[in-house]
């Protein structure tokens, strides 16, 4: 689904606070399917209609020897895509550096992607699997980025978020093709989640000590996260789905204090009820998924990763205080969604 013109981006957030912005990579926001194409200056969803002044972007995938979009100018590229773009952005990053611009820059990687097409050495080095053969060079990619912002003197005091954006696509067909989801239920699309769950790490080395916790988050944390530790305030009109994570950083946050929402639109997307779709409303121990139509299923996460078991029946008060939550949620996304070009409520 295309991003509306009405929702509000970290990047617009963060341009009015006087940060350089930066997108480079992949932006999947402005409804293009297929491979990644040039986004025009001209394309009212492009980045840097969202705040994102400089952009080296492509609407979708890509694969290596790519063409991309210099602030929507095609300009074609050489080498693995992953790095490619982790090299323009520590070169924008280097400017802010040298201007003592504090900056935000979102780098979207492509890979793991079909068609999987890694660099030849890639390749042999992943025993002949395009999938980790990519992966491999996304690793690379991003400790040339953290040895980069080291050697920019910025390392320590650069909050980093690192994420996949959805669970793995897998092939019943070719189940080792596209790795794993490790155990958890159903792929990419599903509510279940070996759809929703990714590998999720923060780095901010002069805040955060290393550690590891079951708390869960999302990306919709990231705002609110980030507009709370630089003290910023945001419009009370804009509803917000995430909650700040800074209390996780500093060691008192123990549990989520709101639940997080998932919906995955289908239909009509122009007359949007609450059955467009399958959704699921995840709290810190149960979560409800509504798979179709007054269909319902909970899940104790804690004690079933796999969701195997649904126990629905056994905890009736439960799943209608989830229901009105998760109702209550959605409610709330349809109005943002009929707002137009107006505020997101």
């Known amino acids: 689904m295309p991003l509306r013109r009405n929702e509000v981006t970290v990047a617009q957030v963060l341009e009015r606070a006087g940060y350089a912005t930066g997108h480079f990579g992949k932006w999947h926001l402005n409804g ?15 980045p840097r209609r969202f705040g994102f002044g400089e952009t080296f972007s492509v609407s979708n995938y890509f694969e ?14 050489r080498g693995d895509g992953s790095e490619v773009i982790v090299a323009e952005a520590l070169r924008f990053i280097g400017g802010a550096v040298e201007r003592r611009q504090p900056f935000f820059a979102v780098v979207w990687f492509g890979s793991p992607h079909v068609p999987h097409q890694p660099l030849p050495e890639d390749l042999k080095a992943a ?13 690379r990619a991003m400790g040339k980025l953290r040895r980069g912002l080291r050697g920019l003197g910025v390392g320590e005091s650069t909050m980093v978020w690192f994420s996949g954006d ?12 596209n790795g794993t989801n490790a155990g958890l239920r159903g792929r990419k699309g599903d509510m279940w989640d070996g759809g929703l769950r990714v590998p999720g790490l923060v780095e901010w080395p002069k805040r955060i000590k290393p550690g590891v916790t079951a708390v869960p988050a999302g990306l919709v944390d990231i705002l609110p996260t980030v507009a709370d530790v630089l003290g910023l305030t945001l419009d009370p009109e804009v509803a917000l789905d995430g909650v700040s994570l800074r209390g996780l950083m500093e060691g008192t946050m123990t549990s ?62 439960v799943v209608e205080r989830m229901k009105a939550g998760l109702r209550e949620w959605q409610a709330s996304v349809i109005r943002s969604y009929g707002a137009g070009e107006g505020k997101a409520r």
Not at 166 to 177: L, R, T
Not at 275 to 300: H, M, Q
């Open 32 to 46: 293009v399917a297929g491979p990644g194409k040039v986004i025009g200056e001209d394309d009212p969803l492009s």
């Open 64 to 77: 290596r020897d790519w063409t991309f979009g210099r602030n929507g100018v095609a300009e074609k590229a």
């Open 127 to 139: 025993g002949g699997s395009g999938y980790y053969g990519e992966l491999i060079a996304v690793d």
């Open 166 to 177: 959805n669970g793995g696509w897998i092939d019943p067909e070719h189940p080792e093709a």
């Open 256 to 317: 989520r204090p709101r639940p997080l929402g998932f919906w995955q639109f289908a239909g009509d997307q122009g007359r949007l009820t609450e059955d467009s779709g399958p959704s699921a409303w995840s709290d810190n121990r149960y979560k409800l998924v509504k798979p179709g139509r007054e269909r319902w299923e909970l899940y104790d996460v804690l004690e079933d990763r796999g969701e195997t078991r649904d126990v629905a029946a056994g905890h009736p008060e």
